[in-house]
């Protein structure tokens, strides 16, 4: 477990906080200020909304009935006459027009949902298992399964309450239904549109380097973020923290998915101390887990682990390193002998290249985090620049190494980012490309053909 200041700590005095370098200019620590801790129950409600799947469908689906209700219930509920006109129908002529549409839009259903499965096996095998996150999560694909939805309950709905409404009913509901319809067929395009985008392989890299550079802005502040604070007492008496765990009966178990800080930072100040998370965000806690350590008065157990929030996967708004290990997936399990696609570990490392720059013209991130009076009050682990190269290039170097396209593109990646990192960052970067060298040696291939080249072998 990391120290007081954190494997991200800013250096001491006479550093300078500014892109590119490791800290700040000051006779003190370098921490948070409590308004970069802002916006995560924000972040934390739009994760879970746009993970869920069945939320969307589901208010379409009530949706449709409700204007089946106000369709047939048009002249009692005072609703204007908008939709009176319409073609000369029967009430049968309606009602079988209605029912093709309903039984239409079931079969239509049953289509979209098995090409998803498809996309889903096709995606899980040739890319990663982590990117079929980005299959739940897309917008398009809840709008077709619920617009088809809407179309199947309004038909089926309109059916049963428009048997006592009269025939003036009829040309009204097939305005609406056909309506539907037309929508349902527009959106399937786009549905359609949007699977055969995330069958290739290029959009898929290029929409998880986008979440995972929206999520390394957040976790690498720019130098106003930070504030002189003085040491924190984590790690000097560690035998007054009283240490709180997660229950033993198994009720709170999971992956630590985020961490409210303002809200811990309020219990801290309140109890005169600093907490301390013991836990990694990303990492999965099992039952009585020790999570947080707290000098000073302890608050409820249950107000401390309310800030923590808990679920079955990693998520992406308070842990940029799972979308790095996103793209490293993929890489690795193109350079498998089963795949054995080198051009698509070198399209993953141009995106490493960018978010790896990224994090390079940004301070270090600080471990600690200040209230607004200049104390810190929450100190947790941090991602180190060393930690980000790691998760990055070894595992791309160990399976790639025996591959001159993607050792050349490994080398001018390194190349880039030693031009943009400044100096206490550089010494990783040599060691792994001469690691890489040696490893390519030893596989085989000649030094002659092993130069920087950002496009492989073009």
Not at 259 to 279: P, Q, S, T
Not at 290 to 318: E, H, K, N, S
Not at 428 to 440: E, H, T, Y
Request: aromatic share 6%; proline share 6%; net charge positive.
């Amino acid at each position: 477990m990391p120290g007081p200041q954190g494997s991200g700590r800013a250096p001491g005095a006479g550093a300078t906080l500014t892109g590119g370098s490791d800290a700040v200019t000051q006779p003190e620590l370098a921490a948070l200020r409590a308004e970069a801790a802002r916006g995560h129950r924000r972040a934390r409600l739009a994760e879970r909304l746009s993970s869920n799947f069945w939320m969307i469908p589901a208010l379409l689906l009530a949706a449709g009935a409700a204007v089946a209700v106000l369709t047939v219930q048009a002249a009692r509920l005072g609703v204007p006459h908008v939709l009176l006109g319409g073609p000369p129908v029967t009430p049968g002529e309606a009602a079988g027009v209605l029912g093709i549409v309903a039984s239409a839009t079931l079969t239509f259903l049953g289509v979209v949902f098995t090409l998803t499965l498809v996309a889903l096996q096709l995606a899980s095998s040739q890319l990663s298992p982590r990117v079929l996150r980005m299959f739940v999560r897309s917008g398009v694909t809840k709008l077709a399964f619920g617009i088809l939805l809407a179309t199947f309950s309004y038909a089926v709905a309109f059916l049963a309450l428009a048997a006592g409404a009269g025939h003036r009913a009829d040309p009204r509901g097939l305005v609406v239904a056909m309506a539907l319809v037309c929508a349902s067929l527009i959106l399937f395009v786009r549905f359609a549109a949007r699977i055969m985008k995330l069958l290739q392989v290029d959009w898929v890299i290029t929409g998880v380097a986008e979440e995972t550079r929206k999520a390394l802005r957040w976790y690498f502040p720019a130098a106003a973020a930070y504030r002189p604070a003085a040491p924190p007492a984590a790690g000097r008496d560690a035998a007054e923290a009283a240490v709180v765990s997660l229950p033993a009966d198994g009720r709170r178990i999971g992956v630590l998915q985020g961490v409210d800080h303002r809200r811990l930072i309020r219990l801290a100040r309140r109890a005169g101390g600093e907490i301390e998370l013991l836990a990694r965000v990303g990492e999965y806690l099992p039952a009585g887990a020790a999570v947080l350590a707290v000098r000073g008065q302890v608050p409820p157990r249950t107000a401390l682990l309310r800030c923590l929030d808990l679920g079955r996967a990693r998520t992406l708004y308070q842990d940029p390193a799972y979308g790095l290990r996103q793209l490293v997936d993929i890489a690795i399990q193109a350079l498998s002998p089963a795949v054995n696609q080198p051009t698509t570990a070198v399209h993953v490392i141009d995106r490493l290249e960018d978010l790896v720059l990224r994090v390079a013209g940004r301070p270090a991130r600080s471990s600690l985090i200040a209230d607004a009076g200049g104390r810190v009050r929450v100190v947790q682990p941090a991602l180190t620049w060393e930690e980000c190269l790691d998760l990055a290039f070894t595992e791309i170097t160990d399976y790639g190494a025996s591959s001159v396209q993607v050792v050349r593109r490994l080398l001018a990646a390194y190349d880039a980012i030693e031009a943009a990192a400044g100096p206490g960052r550089r010494d990783g970067l040599a060691r792994r490309r001469a690691a890489l060298l040696d490893r390519s040696a030893d596989g085989g291939l000649a030094p002659a053909s092993l130069r920087p080249d950002p496009l492989g072998l073009g």
